[in-house]
């Protein structure tokens, strides 16, 4: 079964790996005087053979986005044949004992009855879902669904000065790029080609070469500077710190829960953007 989500993980195959013969005793509760889903009951399997080894579970509501956990509780008894003895503590009220559960089998317990009444077996059948097939471009825009305060970004001047990213009410990008990236590249030039629209749309640009960082010390100063002269971006000369790239690092793979490999040191990609609103927190990555 493969499920996708809008938060991490993004897309996860769940695979039914369990042996093949094992069997489970399913018990669903009704409340009478207690509340009719019976949260808060103590259930207890006993196997005849082995009353000192019970099987203890709880009725509980859960807790999920927009979701809850199933009502049935489950016990896992392998092989054992039984017949099995339930023992039920209902919420504020007696206990109350049930003999004869077999595995294999879905049982209805209503408070007060002392009998498990066997439910029907249930064949359901799940339709495959049919999502279109987005053909792969290379290209990501990850929203956050909650934006996150970023911490402290420094960086390398053109005068080789540290500085520290600020924020002046405006959105700001803040695109990592390589002199050896040929998709950087492109990307830069597509961020030349429309500057103009990005500064009337009042987005800065904050571009920020990570070309050395490898060897813990930035790139050299006249190789990137002839690099962005050569190619005519407006963006200035501004370097990463290593310091600033392991905190986009920690935070990148925290919101995608994948990883993939820059060099022996860092995880990002390249180019990888990061979008902040006009109070500098994180609201998408590119």
Known sequence: LWVTNRTAPRLRFLNNNGTPGQRGVLVRLQGQSCNRDAIGARLELVAADEPSQPLVRFVTAGSGFLSQSSKWVHFGVGARKGPFR??????????????????????????????????????????????????????????????????????????????TLTFTGRPTLVNLWATWCLPCVKELQEFKERADELRSAGLDVVSLSVDGLKDDKPGDLSLIRGFVEKHGLPFGVRRATSEAVDRLDVIHDVVLTTRTQLDDKFKLPVPTSFLLDGSGHLAVIY
């Open 86 to 163: 339930l023992i039920i503590g209902w919420p504020g009220g007696p206990s109350e004992t049930i003999e004869g559960l077999l595995p294999g089998n879905r049982y209805r317990v209503v408070e007060g009855s002392n009998r498990a009444i066997e439910q029907d077996e249930r064949d359901i059948e799940i339709s495959p879902g049919e999502l279109p097939v987005v053909p792969p471009t290379g290209i990501a825009r990850v929203p956050l669904l909650e934006r996150l305060p970023l911490p402290q970004i420094g960086y390398l001047d053109e005068s080789d000065r540290v500085r």
